[in-house]
């Protein structure tokens, strides 16, 4: 019925923001495809007559999008895979780059710190996209609110490394068994993840994580030296890898 008429920007934006908005409140993403559709055929129907958007939503987007949200139910039995998805692939990081320096061992300070960051930064991310949805910020400040949250896990595992050091806690030794069998979960769980997101990011922005500090002690060079070559090579190489990745995705 509407195939010729394409929705006006606003309105676009809208339906983007509202999409991002409910999945962050952790709605089921099949109910929000279907109130998205909804939506834009009503919002179709409204500019093809001349109406606004606030016409149907009103005048504040905000205030829609949370009313909406609180009609439909959380996708508990969904988070309940997601979260501990999100959490191991956090965990994946620090588990790859330890197997490279021998057999896994972990302070119960450590194990309780990623936890408590993985979850701590889980929350800030999803109240950024709330806050981001409901507000229909521009892209400046959308970079200004998410910079911050995505340099906070660094932060804080910094901060983690800190007090491990000052503070003694008793230390889990996985041995060597132990840590060939969670060696080899860990690679079945990026590869399994990479196929089921199909999407390849996690591996390749490990790769760059891991392999540069790993093998350039290999080489002569000082301390120092690999360590800003390394820094280099992964933040340059991930950044080349997202620039490519996005002029593929608008080609």
């Not at 060939?180 to 591996?203: A, D, E, Q």
């Not at 490519?244 to 080609?251: E, H, L």
Request: proline share 3%.
């Amino acid at each position: 019925m509407y195939e010729n008429i394409t929705l006006s920007k606003k309105s676009k934006q809208f339906l983007e923001n509202l999409r991002v908005y409910l999945f962050s409140t952790g709605k089921k993403e099949k109910e929000i495809d279907e109130i998205v559709e909804e939506l834009e055929d009503h919002l179709m129907q409204a500019e093809q007559n001349g109406k606004s958007i606030e016409h149907i939503i009103g005048q504040s987007p905000k205030y829609y999008m949370e009313l909406l949200a609180s009609e439909m139910p959380i996708d508990v039995k969904a988070w309940m895979k997601y979260i501990p998805m999100i959490l191991f692939g956090a965990f994946s990081f620090t588990i790859v780059q330890d197997l490279f320096e021998g057999t896994l061992a972990y302070s119960l300070l450590e194990i309780f710190g990623f936890l408590i960051i993985s979850v701590l930064f889980l929350a800030s991310i999803s109240l950024a996209f709330r806050y981001i949805a409901g507000k229909n910020l521009s892209s400046r400040k959308q970079f200004v609110i998410l910079y911050p949250v995505a340099l906070l896990p660094l932060a804080l595992f910094f901060g983690l490394i800190f007090l491990n050091k000052q503070v003694t806690t008793p230390l889990i030794n996985f041995g060597l068994i132990g840590t060939i069998i969670i060696g080899i979960v860990t690679v079945i769980f990026i590869i399994g993840i990479s196929i089921w997101s199909k999407t390849w990011v996690l591996p390749i922005v490990l790769a760059f994580v891991t392999l540069p500090d790993y093998l350039l002690g290999f080489t002569s060079l000082t301390e120092s030296t690999r360590l800003i070559t390394g820094t280099c090579f992964t933040f340059g190489g991930i950044m080349i890898y997202f620039w490519v990745s996005s002029k593929v995705a608008k080609d």
